[in-house]
């Protein structure tokens, strides 16, 4: 099948090495494109959603609560108040009325149910238009009730994903620098852009430990907001995912110092840079070699396990769709530890610089792609008779439907892939798809290793 | 009897879905077609993210993707932009465009909209059938958008021109296998049907040798067409509203006679389904169905001791928890309460009208319940098992209960789309797997773990 390229739709498309590199990004999605993006609202949603102590209440008609209840992986290891869907289910009348009067009372109620140690107002499409004050009412019940109350200025209509994001930093930036920073260690640090799905933060949490480096708080993987509030505290944001909580780490540079870093807790060398590049910043020999012990202690734990899988891979192809592109760098380089090769990439809010990199490290010819969608990714797999996919829900039946294998990358998976575990995880995941022995009677459009 | 309850101001895990949401399932039930949602991107993709996990399934929806200034000077032209867009894309035989919370704010007239378009392309005779729909998502759940759906494809797509010895079957939100179900049904008595919608095999589709962008199957568009003339038209439903469904429209505009039965679910409910059949075709049941009723009879008797007196909590949509209330009733277990996040106003009194018969006492119904009210009411009422959607999983998980997942949608386990509910067939499938959830219960907690029943 060979899908139509919309012409609006070609400049958001490179191959690695035909041209000179070029792409536009970060522009709204095409109508009737079928993107596979969601909105503002969602940018913002999923980075706070693992803000396990805090109240979430969407105030909107009832869809934008109900399809993101319990939609992340998100675990934590004490209050689970973030797994609950709260909306204020805004009615007709409240649209021809406002809807200012039952948000506070569904905040009131709410709080005095629950005890949140803080509360997030998210703003949907309508409350945008219907003007109720956010920041009004949730000022007054922050006065009665003495907790942080926030609105998240995340309608749906005002930008693409990546406006939630930085709605979303906002937000935590109000909580940051109220609370006390005695007896924080110097070696300390803030875990930005890790949203602890099946577990992940609690394992890079124990690597940093382990190394002797102290965390302040998890933003926003399994996070607190009493940890949020002290994060001004840390000598170092180590931030993960490329566009989530980048603009956190900005903000807390420019009024706290704080410098940051970059790091993806994905594929043994990224992993292990990661924890290289804490213990260089610190500049202490203790916890370098501490880390160079961590790292080649897990190493050869996965080693022989993950032999096995490579020799049953090599050589397949793989694409990659995924939220934010930076995640794309790690896994075009796990798959390359596993001896496959990527003839694919793309994600819904890449930069250009993350796509330049991209095209910097991959190979001649392969795709790499801005915002695309159901019909473009189709013609992709096809043309480059893939064997495995790694995406999200929306891109799995895409895959199957096509004969290709896939590898569940998304917020919602229940398989840590991150960190060396999480690497033996990811080669179980690919192998145990592009080794099924359903392929025989569907249409499989890999297998070719040439 | 409906006891008071606290009335909340918050909703907390709604059990209600939006009203787009429903639209999409009924433009995905139509050949060739393409669902459309006017409003922003994240409506249509949070809709195919929720609809793809419980059919595994490519769910195109399309958009129009609404930006800051399309809220302010209105979204006609992206609207518009997006229609040639997937036309050229998907080259489709219809779009069914429903318009969410947003553009129903801002005031967006898409009929008038449409008109432009029409008028503004080059060739309107090439132009895929567009269908309109109304669906604002703060009035409303996701039914009143599938009914508001149906009703907005009979009412622009019908014709009278011919008569026709077809039926009109509108069955409501019900599963795939429902719906191959039906079709069976029909043709074993010889009836030919325009069955509305069809996503039998849009949405629980077969592994094919070519990847299609629009999947092959759903009603066609020539049957919907010749729908104003057919014999009777048979909506499903005890709760659907009296003038907005599309057998009302067929009613009131080409004066069909329109029959409305509760989702046929147990044997009453679906004895009475077949006996309209009986009579719309002059034939008596035929053989196969017959047998499947006895067989169904004989099961009932078999394991009638399994699950006679044990308290059933369950919710959904109004239509969904009328038929298995009625179910329900007919094999022994009483319903302790009925709920839904719908707010029909018929809820009661449809569960009146299936079970005053048999129940010496009515069950507590509850309208415009989310789970915060379902799981209060459960821990005081003490259910031995909950019937419904997945996502009453973590109250069930509390009370340490058997749940008993039918509907939608099903998004912990594979094979929702095939979870057959009605019929004879369905609730054979029903009452097994009742039946052997409460013996597996009784079996994982016996001390002894006997061997045999």
Known sequence: MQATLLDERQGQIHRTGEKPFEIVCDKDSLAGAVSQRACVFCGSRVVLYPIADALHLVHGPIGCAVYTWDIRGALSSGPELHRLSFSTDLQEMDVVFGGEKKLYNALVELIDRHNPEAAFVYSTCIVGIIGDDLAAVCKRVEEEKNIPVIPVQSEGFKGNKRAGYRAACEAMFKLVGTGDTAEISPHSINILGDFNLAGEIWMIRKYFEQMGIEVVANITGDGRIADIQRAHGAALNVVQCSGATMDLARMMEEKYSIPSI?????????????????????????????????????????????????????????????????????????FRHLGMHVVMVGSQTGTREEYLELAEITDPGTIIVDDANP?????????????????GVKERPIAYKLGVGFCDHNHERKEALAGFDG???????VYSSVMSPVWQFTRFIGGDQS | MTKMRPNYISTTNACKLCKPLGASLVFKGIEGSVPYLHGSQGCATYMRRYIISHFNEPIDIASSSLGEKHAIYGGGPNLKLGLTNVIKKYRPGMIGIATTCLTETIGDDVAMILDEYRREVNSPENLPTLVHVQTPSYSGTHMEGFHAAVAAVVDQLAGSNEKTDAITLLPGFVSAADLRYLKEVVADFGLDTILLPDYSETLDGPARLQYEKIPAGGTSLTAISKAGGSRQAVEFGRTIDEERTGGAVLHEKFNIERKVLGLPIGINETDLFFNLLCSISGKGIPEKHAMERGRLVDAYVDGHKYVFGKKAVVYGEEDMVVGLTSFLTEIGIRPVLCASGGRSGHLAAAIRAVTEESLAGQPRVEEGMDFYDIAAAAEELGPDLLIGHSKGYPLARKLNIPLIRVGFPIHDRVGGQRILHLGYRGAQQLFDTIANALIARKQDMSDVGYSYM
Not at chain 1, 423 to 429: G, I, Q, S, V
């Open chain 1, 262 to 334: 970059r790091v993806s807790y994905f594929g043994i060398e990224d992993m292990a840079e990661s924890l290289y590049s804490v213990a260089r910043h610190f500049d202490s020999p203790a916890i370098m070699n501490r880390a160079r012990d961590l790292v080649r202690e897990e190493i050869s734990r996965i080693y022989p396990e993950l032999q096995k899988y490579k020799k049953a891979l090599h050589g397949r192809k793989a694409a990659i769709y995924v939220g934010g592109s930076f995640k794309a760098f790690s896994l075009v380089k796990a």
């Open chain 1, 375 to 391: 019909l473009e990714l189709t013609s992709f797999l096809e043309e480059k008779k893939v064997d495995i996919f790694v995406g």
């Open chain 1, 423 to 429: 690497m033996l995880n990811f080669a179980r995941e």
